[in-house]
């Protein structure tokens, strides 16, 4: 009986760039950064789909949503305010990728229902990145002890995940069956 030997592809360490991170502060400074470039972006983003939604339950959300986004970019600005730093937008790839995703969704979905359950997904791809980077955000800034930023951070999460649940709530209420 013959052996095979496998081979396996030879790990190799990430270089760090010389701006990188050298503490928990930078890294929390430096996701601050990306989550305000984000927001931003969805200020301009959400519009589009909720102009390009159909359901009416859709619309009003996006809607709504748009103004607590935009009272997040507001929000954020406290953080900064709070750390002492001033509020600096850097391109965040991951909501870059996201909001690309959710035009070609848009592009290649006929208007109605089908386009709709398109919206809702990329908006929950969306809504789960931001959890998870607000989640991420509030547990560095208790670790560096930065309470202001805490509470601020919480009460974006709680608003990201509430609109999560009513996305999920629409989409539960027949929309993805009529896009069958």
């Known amino acids: 009986m013959a052996t095979t030997t496998k081979s396996t592809p030879k790990e190799t ?9 050298k503490d928990l502060n930078e890294l ?43 009272e997040h970019v507001s929000r954020l600005e406290e953080v900064f305010e709070s750390i002492g730093i001033k509020a600096k937008a850097e391109k ?3 909501m870059a990728g996201l909001l ?22 990329a908006s929950q791809k969306v809504e789960h990145y931001e959890i998870a980077t607000y ?29 999560d649940e009513k996305l999920t709530a629409i989409a539960d209420t027949n929309l993805n069956s009529k896009a069958e």
């Open 13 to 21: 360490k990430v270089k760090a760039k010389p701006s990188a991170a």
């Open 28 to 70: 929390f400074e430096d996701g601050l950064k990306d989550i305000y470039w984000a927001e931003k972006e969805l200020v301009k983003a959400l519009p589009k789909m909720e102009k390009n939604a159909t359901s009416q339950e859709l619309k009003t959300a996006i809607s709504s949503h748009l103004e607590e986004t935009k």
């Open 92 to 94: 965040c790839d991951a």
């Open 100 to 121: 690309e995703e959710a035009k070609s969704i848009m592009e290649e979905t006929e208007s109605g229902a089908v386009r709709d359950a398109g919206i809702i997904a």
């Open 135 to 163: 989640g991420t955000l509030a547990a560095f800034a208790k670790t560096l002890e930065h309470k202001d930023a805490v509470k601020l951070l919480l009460k974006t999460l709680k608003e990201e995940k509430s609109c």
